[in-house]
């Protein structure tokens, strides 16, 4: 009997990849796994993975995806980030739905409902569209990722510093690449379980403060907090190449958090877990993990 086809478009992402491989750790057996990237010659980890089948795919308006999505049962649509995502991502469901596919899973954030803000636009604009589809399907919505403190690098071996518009008291919420692997995994083994549900899947709920310490401890130093302002930490993204919108986005995202928006201090952190049985990896862990990194 031939097994379940399950198509990741959007491979070579930190969630994609993080999904294929724990896809080809823990249902290789299972499903017949493809990994859908732009460009072949730099999915070079993922052809390592067993089971996995790599298959040149990009998202949006391609009438090759209607082909390419043939035969296929579950497809799980990394939403790429740039600023036509949303235009991208219904198209590439659209697609789907075309080809016959017989569910979607799709990845969207938790500020969603918030359609005033320049992240909440683009991702409700997407959840609306896949709701209205008419096909099954399950949406994982994804705060910040925790591997974004990688980006914090250079100021903690230098300064021994984090630099942060964001009250350090103030609760946000983090989600760890291999988590959201693990639970996209399990969904794609077994969507049926999850047929038209919204998941907000969770790490953990941490401050600033939080971050300081824990760093200090793995470092074996003192680490100090710098609030800077709003103005002041949009420079440097800007200086990295961020494009005018991704950065107001973050901003916008900075300001919620400092204004202990709902959806930081009271989140639902529990569907982690309900997916996958196991327990999210903590900041600590994280850390302990990385910390060589940040020496």
């Not at 510093?161 to 008291?169: A, E, G, N, Q, R």
């Not at 989140?267 to 994280?286: A, H, N, Q, S, V």
Request: glycine letters at 8%.
């Amino acid at each position: 009997m031939a097994k379940p086809v399950v198509f990741v478009i959007g491979a070579t992402g930190s969630i994609g990849a993080a999904t294929v491989t724990q896809l080809a750790d823990k249902y290789a057996n299972k499903l017949d796994i493809r990994a859908g990237v732009r460009n072949p010659e730099k999915a070079g980890k993922l052809k390592a993975l067993p089971g996995v089948r790599i298959v040149q795919a990009e998202m949006g308006p391609d009438k090759k995806l209607v082909e390419t999505f043939q035969g296929v049962e579950t497809v799980y649509i990394n939403t790429p980030g740039c600023e036509n995502r949303a235009a991208l991502t219904i198209a590439t469901a659209e697609a789907a739905k075309i080809a016959g596919v017989k569910h979607l899973v799709v990845i969207s954030i938790p500020t969603a409902d918030i359609t005033d803000a320049v992240f909440g636009r683009q991702f409700g604009e997407i959840e609306s569209a896949i709701k209205q589809l008419g096909i099954p399907y399950t949406i994982i919505r994804l705060p910040m990722f925790i591997e974004n403190f990688f980006g914090l690098k250079g100021a903690i071996k230098a300064q021994s510093s984090i630099f942060s518009p964001v009250d350090p008291t103030k609760p946000l919420t983090f989600i760890v690449a291999q988590n959201a692997g693990k639970a996209g995994a399990a969904i794609l083994a077994d969507p049926s379980k999850h047929v038209n549900k919204t998941y907000e899947v969770i790490s953990g709920r941490i401050t600033y403060n939080d971050v300081v310490t824990a760093f200090s401890a793995a470092l074996g130093r003192e680490l100090k907090y710098v609030r800077v302002s709003y103005d002041d930490a949009k420079k440097p993204m800007v200086g990295m190449g961020m494009e005018e919108w991704q950065v107001n986005g973050l901003m916008e995202l900075c300001k919620m958090i400092d204004d202990g928006h709902s959806i930081f201090t009271e989140p639902d952190m529990g569907d982690f877990t309900r997916i996958t049985g196991e327990k999210p990896t903590d900041l600590k862990t994280w850390i302990g993990l990385v910390s060589e990194a940040f020496k």
